[in-house]
């Protein structure tokens, strides 16, 4: 199935993932680690579902069923959530992006009390 087209660009910094996740009162991206369990257990976002991109083809379909929910993947440091990304928008999820620079990054410039390996 071709993409559709998004109005959002397929990368999205930490710092604007931090903005949308603290506006009062608008709605909230969906987070999605898909890093493997061993990687969620020393540190992760507050609210993320753990898919990961070892099972993602397996478990997207019972975890993703509105193409048009904004969502942000993320990893360790983005290549793992840009390919992630890619599939679901090849597979008409518009609204998906992956977090450049993953959680490495996050815990730098965002929440640098965050544990890092």
Same mark, same amino acid.
């Given at each position: 199935?071709? $993409?559709? =087209?998004?109005?959002? =660009? %397929? @990368?999205?910094?930490?710092?604007? !993932? ?8 608008? #709605?909230?991206? /969906? &987070?999605?680690?898909?890093? @493997? &369990?061993?990687?969620w257990q020393i540190c992760h976002l507050s609210g993320a579902q753990l898919v990961p991109l070892s099972q993602f083809g397996?478990?997207? #379909?019972?975890?993703? $069923?509105? =193409?048009?929910?904004? !969502? *942000? *993947? ?6 793992? $959530? &840009? +390919? ?6 090849? +597979? ?7 977090? /450049? ?6 815990? @730098? %410039? !965002?929440? #640098? ?5």
């Amino acid at each position: 199935m071709p $993409s559709a =087209p998004s109005d959002l =660009p %397929l @990368e999205v910094s930490v710092d604007e !993932v931090s903005y949308l996740l603290d506006r009062p009162g608008a #709605p909230k991206p /969906r &987070l999605v680690d898909c890093r @493997e &369990l061993d990687e969620w257990q020393i540190c992760h976002l507050s609210g993320a579902q753990l898919v990961p991109l070892s099972q993602f083809g397996e478990l997207a #379909p019972q975890r993703f $069923s509105q =193409p048009a929910e904004h !969502v *942000i *993947i993320y990893c360790h440091h983005g290549m793992r $959530s &840009l +390919r992630a990304a890619e599939w679901l928008r090849q +597979r008409g999820f518009t609204q998906v992006q992956s977090m /450049r620079g993953g959680i490495d990054a996050w815990a @730098e %410039l !965002v929440e #640098p009390e965050m544990p890092r390996y």
